[in-house]
């Protein structure tokens, strides 16, 4: 075995892998954006009384958004802890939990810069921190547990670190096989993964049959389709070269794209002089440009944030290719929220001229 590991057996792998809750018992507080329907309920609820997260002053969570590193070293820490030592009181707000986890050696300056801070946090950087707060692990049969993951190896970053996660079930793979380490969590989900960290019995073991995704059917402006009607597999970018594979052999087909906030950058537009893949949106994932049935061009978007760390929306920018000139605008390797998989999501383009 390549790793050296405490082989005692999976039985004392959850017995091993407890951190207590925060000691001081807090009234929780409910978000309006919460309600007891919300997948993520009960976790959000059970943290939030534990005082391990806290919402936005307008009395939401955003469940939806996507979590940066200073969140969730905040909540990582309190919740191995037991104390919340507080913001920083200057530069960066999540400063003084950076520190704290250096010291706590949950990571190292190497692994985690402070320029990071306010970046959103890859799941194989969660297992890092999740791996060091629970040390040593007794892990049987990792090399079986590693070869059923397809996209998880030895060049892995923080191969280790993700297996162990992946063996204790604080963080789990999907129903293709895939682990996805550079895929990203949302608040909801995320805090889904520190309830897991600090209740065992919340824990899905890898062994364990997975649930079914439940597909929500309430969208009108969508249908599903087959993406190789779609897409001459004969294009000018091989999308395997983006790191996300092929696309999915089904996507949702939206002719609505407000419903993902589409907006053309025109402060970048300005001050590049460019009409062309300068638009924003909350969709994660690749971005790709298609016409007459092949796709034209790719760009990786990347999070924006305010000045308070608080997610805005997606951007990307191509300078070869005018957006306009698409025919759909196709997002793969996205996240679906509600269905809870990785799929593609196809909109007709609402820039075309």
Same mark, same amino acid.
């Given at each position: 075995?390549?790793?050296?590991?405490?082989?005692?057996?999976?039985? *004392?792998?959850?017995? !091993?892998?407890?951190? &207590?809750?925060?000691?001081?018992?807090?009234?929780?507080?409910?978000?309006?954006?919460?309600?007891?329907? $919300?997948?993520?309920?009960?976790?959000? $609820?059970?943290? /939030?009384?534990?005082?391990? *997260? #806290? %919402?936005?002053?307008?009395?939401?969570?955003?469940?939806?958004?996507?979590?940066?590193?200073?969140?969730?070293?905040?909540? +990582?820490?309190?919740? +191995?802890?037991?104390?919340?030592?507080?913001?920083?009181?200057?530069? $960066?707000? !999540?400063?003084?939990?950076?520190?704290?986890?250096?010291?706590?050696?949950?990571?190292?300056?190497?692994?985690?810069?402070?320029?990071? *801070?306010?970046?959103?946090?890859?799941?194989?950087?969660?297992?890092?921190?999740?791996?060091?707060?629970? %040390?040593?692990? !007794?892990?049987?049969?990792?090399?079986?547990?590693? &070869?059923?993951?397809?996209?998880?190896?030895?060049? #892995?970053?923080?191969?280790?670190?993700?297996?162990?996660?992946?063996?204790?079930?604080?963080?789990?793979?999907?129903?293709?096989?895939?682990?996805?380490?550079?895929?990203?969590?949302?608040?909801?989900?995320?805090?889904?993964?520190?309830?897991?960290?600090?209740?065992?019995?919340?824990?899905?073991?890898?062994?364990?049959?997975?649930?079914?995704?439940?597909?929500?059917?309430?969208?009108?402006?969508?249908?599903?389709?087959?993406?190789?009607?779609?897409?001459?597999?004969?294009?000018?970018?091989?999308?395997?070269?983006?790191?996300?594979?092929?696309?999915?052999?089904?996507?949702?087909?939206?002719?609505?794209?407000?419903?993902?906030?589409?907006?053309?950058?025109?402060?970048?537009?300005?001050? $590049?002089?460019?009409?062309?893949?300068?638009?924003?949106?909350?969709? +994660?994932?690749?971005?790709? *440009?298609?016409?007459?049935?092949?796709?034209?061009?790719?760009?990786?978007?990347?999070?924006?944030?305010?000045?308070?760390?608080?997610?805005?929306?997606?951007?990307?920018?191509?300078? /070869?290719?005018?957006?306009?000139?698409?025919?759909?605008?196709?997002? !793969?390797?996205?996240?679906?929220?509600?269905?809870?998989?990785? %799929?593609?999501?196809?909109?007709?383009?609402?820039?075309?001229?």
């Amino acid at each position: 075995m390549k790793k050296l590991l405490y082989v005692i057996g999976m039985l *004392l792998l959850l017995g !091993a892998a407890s951190v &207590a809750y925060a000691n001081t018992e807090t009234k929780g507080k409910t978000f309006s954006d919460v309600s007891s329907a $919300n997948w993520a309920y009960a976790s959000v $609820n059970a943290m /939030s009384q534990k005082g391990i *997260l #806290t %919402g936005y002053p307008d009395g939401t969570f955003k469940p939806g958004n996507p979590l940066t590193y200073g969140q969730f070293i905040k909540m +990582a820490l309190i919740a +191995a802890t037991n104390e919340d030592i507080g913001n920083s009181s200057s530069g $960066n707000w !999540a400063l003084s939990y950076y520190h704290e986890a250096l010291e706590q050696k949950y990571f190292g300056t190497t692994d985690i810069k402070e320029s990071q *801070l306010n970046s959103q946090i890859p799941r194989t950087d969660m297992a890092l921190i999740i791996s060091n707060i629970l %040390g040593d692990i !007794a892990i049987n049969n990792y090399d079986e547990l590693e &070869a059923s993951i397809s996209d998880v190896d030895s060049t #892995t970053k923080n191969d280790y670190d993700i297996m162990k996660a992946y063996a204790t079930g604080i963080l789990t793979g999907y129903a293709d096989g895939t682990f996805k380490p550079n895929g990203t969590l949302t608040r909801a989900e995320a805090v889904t993964v520190i309830h897991r960290l600090v209740d065992e019995s919340k824990r899905v073991l890898p062994e364990g049959k997975k649930e079914e995704p439940v597909v929500n059917d309430s969208g009108k402006s969508y249908k599903t389709v087959n993406t190789k009607d779609y897409f001459d597999p004969a294009t000018v970018y091989d999308v395997k070269k983006t790191n996300t594979g092929t696309f999915e052999d089904t996507a949702e087909f939206y002719t609505d794209a407000s419903l993902f906030d589409f907006k053309m950058n025109t402060e970048y537009q300005e001050k $590049n002089g460019e009409w062309d893949c300068s638009f924003t949106h909350i969709l +994660a994932g690749y971005v790709y *440009l298609v016409k007459d049935g092949k796709i034209t061009t790719w760009c990786q978007t990347t999070p924006m944030y305010d000045e308070d760390a608080n997610f805005l929306n997606y951007f990307g920018s191509i300078s /070869s290719t005018n957006v306009r000139d698409a025919d759909y605008i196709v997002v !793969a390797s996205h996240y679906s929220q509600e269905k809870k998989t990785w %799929g593609t999501v196809i909109v007709v383009n609402p820039f075309k001229q």
